[in-house]
């Protein structure tokens, strides 16, 4: 079936460094995409969100690329901090309006 | 706190027993949602609301659970006969209609079933 998938399951980044997190869909009515960071014992949190109009969007410290010609979607973290240490998801909409598809993660580890 | 809310956050049930957990979402948000995370995967979703109409339930929700949202406020989800394989994370997230990046997620309540 259709699914959001990752390309490594864990990432290891030396503190100050930049980081960059993959992720692979499959659903082509997906028109929405998110990335969640979740800590140890805590649900997702929202860090960037981008449409299928769009190619690139910046936050603070995080990029999210799009490449619908791919399917292929990433999460760019620049000067990676102790603090980023966690799992990062991507997830889709699917087309829905009522639920998104989550992949399966990756863990991301900051060095010091 | 104006985080989403749930409890417990943890539940410890013998196979066979019935668990009930609780959703507290933010006060304005119409949209709640419920998924379903096990160990080293990403959640699943299982039904979501909008105000107290159930909207939309997941082949996952199997007959045995049923999810509430009675007065559009807060949200039950019951298992009945639980099974080893209910064992997981069971997280509520809350939002403004369709709204995605005001889609806040609480702490989840972690079931396991012995």
């Known amino acids: 079936g259709e699914s959001v998938g990752l390309h490594l399951p864990t990432l290891s980044v030396q503190e100050g460094d930049n980081s960059i997190i993959n992720c692979a869909y499959s659903?082509?009515?997906?028109?929405?995409f998110i990335w969640y960071k979740q800590e140890s014992g805590k649900g997702p949190q929202f860090i960037i969100d981008?449409?299928?109009?769009?190619d690139k969007r910046q936050g603070q410290r995080v990029t999210v690329l799009l490449n619908k010609t791919v399917k292929h979607l990433s999460l760019q973290i620049a000067a990676t901090q102790p603090g980023d240490s966690a799992v990062y998801f991507c997830a889709e909409n699917g087309g829905s309006q009522g639920n998104l598809i989550f992949g399966k993660g990756t863990k991301l580890s900051v060095k010091p | 706190d104006t985080g989403v809310s749930q409890d417990p956050r943890h539940k410890i049930t013998k196979r066979g027993q019935n668990v009930t957990f609780r959703c507290d979402p933010i006060?304005?948000?119409?949209?709640l949602y419920w998924y379903r995370q096990t160990l080293g995967q990403g959640p699943e979703f299982l039904t979501y609301f909008q105000n107290e109409a159930q909207l939309e339930k997941s082949r996952l929700l199997s007959d045995r659970f049923s999810a509430e949202r009675p007065k559009g406020s807060f949200s039950t989800l019951e298992i009945q006969r639980t099974e080893q394989g209910d064992s997981a994370m069971y997280l509520c997230?809350?939002?403004?209609?369709?709204?995605?990046?005001?889609?806040?997620f609480g702490s989840g309540t972690r079931l396991t079933v012995v």
């Open positions: 997230a809350s939002g403004r209609d369709r709204l995605f990046n005001g889609y806040t």
């Open positions: 006060s304005e948000h119409n949209r």
């Open positions: 981008i449409r299928s109009n769009m």
């Open positions: 659903n082509s009515a997906s028109d929405y």
